[in-house]
């Protein structure tokens, strides 16, 4: 397995969190991709890559899909190897790393970390999530509770298709996600603890630009579906194949 970490920024989390994944989950390979942080970032990848990660930085920041992309085609060329992306910000636990991890290992499909968004959780997050919810059940008819959640679990069938989604920054993740859900495969959902720190102050999502760009994705499906055209995405056969639901797991 290889736990794919974008950072764009990182903060002195990223170090401990790298050691924390390597002792949880022996055999996993962490692999740190930095979106064009610049000079002021090199101590901490250093720490980061001392810790055991593999490090791969990119020149210019380019945005939170194109970093997924150069992990996915980094851990394609370990054929095998399933991916489980996790956030440096803090929000994701290693048990529920853990748990997603298992999670997709025993059912073979992609699965998602869902956050239940109780005690503090910043306004701006809670309303985006409850929003992006209601918006992709019109889009698709299936209920994801956490749509923006950044762990994410894939096998490593998938991995070649996701480097084949477009999008640059945040939106790739949705597109990702819609396209599953388009192409008639299981989405497991593992429930997770829901951390912010400091009002979610490490966050590099913006409210009005990322919004826009998670909402365009979401808009043509859901005009697509009124207008009764079917859309049909292409995925590996394999990936289908080998995707087994338990009777335990839950799909949207």
């Not at 794919?4 to 692999?31: E, I, S, T």
């Not at 990660?53 to 190897?81: E, M």
């Amino acid at each position: 397995m290889i736990v794919l970490v974008p950072v764009y920024r990182p903060g002195d989390r990223l170090p401990p969190l790298v050691g924390d994944l390597r002792d949880a989950l022996p055999g996993a390979d962490v692999l740190v991709v930095d979106d064009g942080s610049g000079p002021a970032a090199t101590g901490v990848l250093d720490a980061a890559r001392a810790r055991g990660a593999t490090v791969l930085r990119r020149r210019v920041n380019r945005g939170k899909g194109v970093v997924l992309r150069t992990g996915f085609r980094y851990a394609s060329t370990h054929p095998g190897r399933d991916v489980v992306c996790v956030d440096a910000d803090g929000q994701h636990g290693v048990p529920d790393v853990c748990a997603v991890a298992d999670r997709m290992r025993v059912t073979g499909a992609p699965t998602l970390g869902v956050r239940e968004f109780d005690g503090e959780v910043p306004a701006r997050s809670r309303f985006g999530n409850a929003a992006t919810r209601v918006a992709f059940r019109l889009a698709t008819g299936r209920d994801v509770r956490d749509t923006q959640t950044g762990l994410r679990a894939y096998p490593a069938a998938l991995l070649g298709w996701l480097t084949t989604i477009p999008g640059d920054r945040f939106e790739y993740e949705m597109t990702v996600l819609l396209r599953l859900v388009r192409a008639g495969l299981p989405v497991e959902q593992v429930e997770i603890a829901t951390r912010y720190h400091g009002d979610n102050s490490g966050s590099h999502f913006s409210a009005l630009a990322d919004s826009a760009r998670i909402y365009r994705p979401l808009a043509a499906s859901a005009l697509a579906r009124l207008a009764g055209r079917a859309e049909v995405d292409d995925v590996p056969a394999a990936a289908v194949t080998t995707s087994r639901p338990t009777p335990a797991s839950r799909t949207p």
